[in-house]
């Protein structure tokens, strides 16, 4: 099996920075895209970013010059540097991986965590 551990978020204050860290572990073969979503309350799940195994990135425009997704491939951790927040960046946080175990690639999220931005 596979399991993604998202590291705690927290609260902030608007402006400020917080940095999210998600690291998979298990049967991995490889690592595909790695993301982040974000869910608020009432909403569907929707993407912040991504970044492929090579290294290419894109972003939601709300987040596009605040937010930076990186990954470091020999720890299977991806991470997200969130600045200049915003109160409406205050959601649940997911991380997204698409791991090959070899004889099949699945997508795999992890726990949540919650940020929240305070004016």
């Known amino acids: 099996q596979v399991q993604l551990v998202e590291s705690r978020g927290g609260l902030v204050q608007a402006g400020g920075s917080l940095r999210l860290s998600c690291a998979a572990s298990g049967s991995i073969f490889s690592i595909n895209a790695m993301a982040w979503y974000r869910q608020f309350p009432g909403k569907q799940r929707e993407l912040v970013a991504a970044v492929t195994s090579g290294g290419s990135t894109n972003y939601a425009d709300s987040v596009k010059g605040r937010f930076t997704i990186s990954r470091d491939n020999a720890k299977n951790t991806v991470y997200l540097q969130m600045n200049s927040l915003k109160r409406e960046d205050t959601a649940v946080y997911y991380c997204?991986?698409?791991?090959?175990?070899?004889?099949?690639?699945?997508?795999?999220w992890g726990q949540g965590t919650q940020v929240t931005v305070s004016s």
């Open positions: 997204n991986a698409e791991v090959s175990q070899g004889w099949r690639t699945g997508d795999y």
